[in-house]
């Protein structure tokens, strides 16, 4: 694989399941992020981890949770879903944090909680 | 609070050239980004302005007035794979990005 890969594509689930999206790059990148994107807004940081074994809270962190056990991989856990975690879910990479450096996305997550 | 104003829509015709404006308040400037994204797809880097003035990128460029709060990306020769939404983003003073709504640009033939 070469850059960020997100699993699953898409998804459909019932309010109240619990629910991981995937996230794994192969880019080496230290920092990497969690997005969702809703219709008329701008991306919204959810959780970010500046380098392995580290992570911290964005803009609209509840709901959520994050690990980062190794440099690769960086799932993002809905514990319990509900409707308005309906969304389009970004998983990003760059190189550092607390830096300029670029953030790389992958191809998205669409998720529908019903 | 920190906020990023881009136009919701733009529509161009095809060979023309078509600027889309950034205006923002944030908490401290580390530089700001331009993103393309195309529909049903990920955002992808188009440019980094931290200095004034104007940055040229073969057919797109970057402005930014730091004094002004103000950016803007100016495309030129305008083809139809331009039709995208494009994401003006301002990494304020915790080295943290804050981004705009987005601004749809949709080319005419």
């Known amino acids: 694989i070469a850059g960020i890969t997100q699993a699953p594509t898409s998804q459909i689930l019932a309010a109240g399941r619990r629910m991981t999206l995937r996230c794994t790059q192969d880019?080496?990148?230290?920092?990497m992020y969690w997005y969702r994107q809703d219709l008329g807004l701008g991306l919204r940081l959810i959780h970010y981890?500046?380098?392995?074994?580290?992570?911290g809270k964005g803009e609209v962190p509840d709901g959520y949770s994050v690990s980062r056990a190794n440099t690769d991989d960086f799932p993002l856990t809905l514990a319990s879903a509900v409707p308005s975690q309906t969304s389009v879910y970004f998983c990003?990479?760059?190189?550092?944090?607390?830096?300029?450096?670029?953030?790389?996305f992958g191809p998205g997550t669409r998720l529908t909680v019903l | 609070g920190q906020n990023i104003d881009q136009p919701t829509e733009m529509t161009a015709t095809e060979g023309a050239i078509v600027q889309i404006n950034c205006t923002y308040q944030?908490?401290?400037?580390?530089?700001l980004f331009w993103y393309q994204q195309h529909a049903g797809e990920a955002p992808t880097f188009l440019s980094y302005?931290?200095l004034d003035g104007l940055e040229e990128k073969g057919r797109f460029s970057s402005f930014l007035s730091r004094s002004k709060g103000y950016s803007y990306l100016l495309l030129k020769e305008l083809q139809m794979k331009d039709s995208a939404s494009y994401l003006c983003?301002?990494?304020?003073?915790?080295?943290?990005?804050?981004w705009g709504a987005g601004t749809k640009l949709i080319i005419k033939p």
């Open positions: 944030t908490s401290g400037f580390n530089g």
């Open positions: 880019m080496r990148h230290n920092a």
């Open positions: 981890s500046n380098t392995a074994g580290t992570t």
């Open positions: 983003a301002v990494l304020d003073s915790n080295y943290q990005l804050i």
């Open positions: 990003a990479s760059s190189v550092t944090s607390g830096d300029t450096d670029t953030q790389y």
């Open positions: 302005n931290v």
